[in-house]
């Protein structure tokens, strides 16, 4: 199993300010991944980071808003860029068991609160 | 779009088994099935995982259809701390996950 941290565990903000959400693992994974969960939905994927290439993002985000990197096997960050209220989310990072079941392993995520 | 079907929300007294159902008529041959779970103010975790057979762990068991068009996962005997929303995703080998609303489990004391 992986062991992730997050940083900030949460944040207010002002609109129009951007915030960089820090993930951490505790050993070397390929695949990493972050997640959007609005109050009271579910988790909606924005893009998958993999070391040394640029992320892929899902329909519905891009680059410019949410950029990513990926500088090493057990660290990724993701920036929520000229933020509103509608970005008001929980922001979760996860990564890939690297065997063939597939199983995910998530960080506490981070809430954030655009004002 | 999720391709899986869940009730939105169940309640089970304490110390009682629950199952909680879901349907996926549209899986593929090579789908595995996979249950998470999310407990209040955490990130979702896993629970258990099958393909064709039924499958135990440590946290429950998953009862799969033998057409696997549905699936239950059974919590044994529920505790507080089972109080979560349960997810239920189809995975293919190098797909990513795509999460449905899930189950909204309340356990009465």
């Known amino acids: 199993s992986a062991v992730i941290s997050q940083k900030p565990s949460r944040d207010i903000c002002q609109r129009g300010t951007s915030l960089t959400i820090q993930c951490q693992v505790d050993s070397q994974v390929t695949m990493m991944f972050w997640y959007r969960q609005q109050p009271g939905q579910s988790l909606t994927l924005i893009a998958t980071?993999?070391?040394?290439?640029?992320?892929?993002?899902e329909s519905g985000f891009v680059i410019d808003k949410f950029p990513i990197s990926r500088p090493n096997l057990t660290f990724s960050t993701l920036t929520v860029s000229n933020m509103s209220p509608e970005d008001s989310s929980i922001y979760l990072c996860?990564?890939?068991?690297?065997?063939?079941?597939?199983?995910?392993?998530f960080g506490p995520g981070t809430r954030l609160t655009v004002l | 779009d999720a391709k899986t079907t869940q009730p939105n929300s169940m309640e089970s007294n304490e110390e009682e088994p629950v199952h909680l159902p879901c349907n996926h008529s549209t899986i593929s041959g090579t789908d595995y099935i996979h249950w998470y779970r999310q407990l209040p103010s955490q990130g979702p975790e896993y629970v258990i995982h099958g393909l064709t057979s039924n499958v135990n762990n440590r946290m429950a068991s998953l009862a799969i259809a033998e057409d696997r068009k549905s699936s239950t996962l059974i919590l044994h005997r529920a505790t507080l701390r089972d109080a979560a929303v349960y997810y239920c995703?189809?995975?293919?080998?190098?797909?990513?996950?795509?999460f449905g609303p899930g189950t909204r489990l309340s356990v009465l004391p």
């Open positions: 995703i189809l995975i293919n080998y190098g797909q990513n996950f795509v």
């Open positions: 980071a993999n070391q040394g290439s640029e992320a892929t993002y």
């Open positions: 996860s990564v890939e068991d690297g065997g063939t079941t597939n199983e995910q392993f």
